[in-house]
């Protein structure tokens, strides 16, 4: 191996290792976030903890369109690319000017939302939207703070640095523990309780964009944010932005339109059933609906965000230094591998999340949440996860384009299914028996349609990309499957008198053991390329 190659694979090798280190942080985090979550849900099922769960969504929404969609898609392709052919300095100098540019838009987001969250509590209405508005005008300042989080963030994995763009929920988490577990009970009104929470969302923002500003000084990447001059490099991320923000606009807004659908379906003293064209059709859903369906959630992208998401923040910047270089055998041979790891990471926690679905919601019922409502956040976590393939391949599929500069076509059709996805939602919420769980089919239906759709227009771009390899890794990923259904259904089914945790503590070990040894067995490359070792 000449010295060229060398320095290729080491490069390669660190962004792939660096892959494992933002996982284990982010499992952390998401550790955090479970017991956040478990806090927010014993607040009750109620109308009122609904408005908590739709008014957090709002601040939320930019967290996922900026912090994990299009400000760091457009911004690290183009950072990497001044860093590299420029220096650091004048990379530098463009995080100095996109982050005044950035603050000054979201200021004026900032008056503009509260000043109509403000205007619409004054409008007379049921007590359930009045502090529907009340939460959201809390909250929403935490849209200010994460986002330029976000900002700082990708300059940091830009370069390299992952450990702390990783472990900032943990920060956010931290507080919601605080919240929910140990202050909130203090209080005995439920409304005095999600406003105390609610606050504690913006505080945690706060911290959080501190200690992210502190690493930047502390690494040479921060200098004084500057409005002019305007960089070079700002015309090309705001051209790649503008069209991402149109489409993950779009996108992410119609998350919050399954909430609101949800909030307007739900069955109340004030609204028993809903009229269409004439027809009263009787509302399918109950209070909390949006409670439970935000637990299982959060839950099925919990290993989401540990394995997936993970993967694809660390892979990125190598994607999109080869796409800078114009070399296109080593793109396509980390888009192959990332797809790989990423489908059978998808797959075994898919399998995994749907045979112990029961036990881990049974987690959740504690103070307000009972036995019924894990129940049936049980059955749409089983619902969400029939897509969990899908949604950890995307993570891969998307950035491919993203590093290759190609911010519309992923967009466009993911707009395309978004619309898909509310037609099927409308459509299956009224099945006998399906109720809240067509949040999660829907989901899982339109994100397996949109992973099938960017692999045939990435193979189209970039030429071949291993499908034989794909092919057999998943066949390698059904068989370890298959076997780890077994195990830990029968182990479920043993224990099934047992205490929820025990269950999960004895079933999620043995069956991570299962498929290791069945793919070791198979000898998987994949396990191989985990461990750090590659084909190459």
Known sequence: MDSKAQSEHKEREHFFNAAKVVAVITLISRIFGLFRDMGVASLGTTRYNDAFGLAFKIPNLFRRLFGEGALASAFVPVFTDVNEKEGAEKARLLLANAFAILTVFLAVLLVIGELGFFLYSLVPGPKDREFLMLLAIIMYPYM????????????????????FPAAAPIIFNIFGIV?????????????????????????????QLAAVLWLLKKGGLYLRPRLKPVEPGIKPIIQLLMPMLMGLGFLQFSEVFQDIIAWNLTLTKLSSAINIFGWSIPCP??????????VARAFYQFPMGVLAISLGVAVFPLLSRYASRG??????????????????????????????????MMIYARRRFSVADAMQAAFVLKMYVLGMWAYCSYQIL???????????????????????????????????????GAFGLSTSITFAMNTMILI???????????????????IRAVVACAVMAVVVYSLEWYMKDINNLIILGVCVPAGAVVFISVLWLLRAPELGELMGKSEN
């Open 456 to 474: 045939y227009i990435l193979r189209k771009r970039l030429g071949l990309i291993g499908g034989r390899k794909i092919a057999a890794s998943l």
């Open 179 to 207: 919240a929910t577990w140990w202050l909130a009970p203090y209080l005995k009104e439920n409304l005095h309780q999600l406003v105390m929470v609610s606050f504690s969302v913006v505080v945690a923002g706060v911290v």
């Open 327 to 360: 070399d296109i055998p080593n793109l396509r041979d980390s888009i192959n591998r990332a797809i790989r790891l990423s489908l059978m990471e998808g797959l075994a926690t898919g399998v995994g999340l749907f045979i112990l679905a029961e036990p881990i």
């Open 398 to 436: 998307a950035r491919a384009f993203y590093a290759c500069k190609d911010t519309k076509t992923p967009l466009k059709v993911s707009c395309i299914l978004a619309v898909v996805n509310l037609i099927l939602l409308l459509a299956l919420i009224w099945l006998p028996g399906m109720g809240p």
């Open 285 to 294: 859903l109950r209070e909390g609906v949006i409670v439970r369906v935000g």
């Open 144 to 163: 200010f703070t994460v986002c330029l989080l976000a900002l700082c963030s990708a300059a940091l994995n830009s370069k390299g640095h992952f450990v």
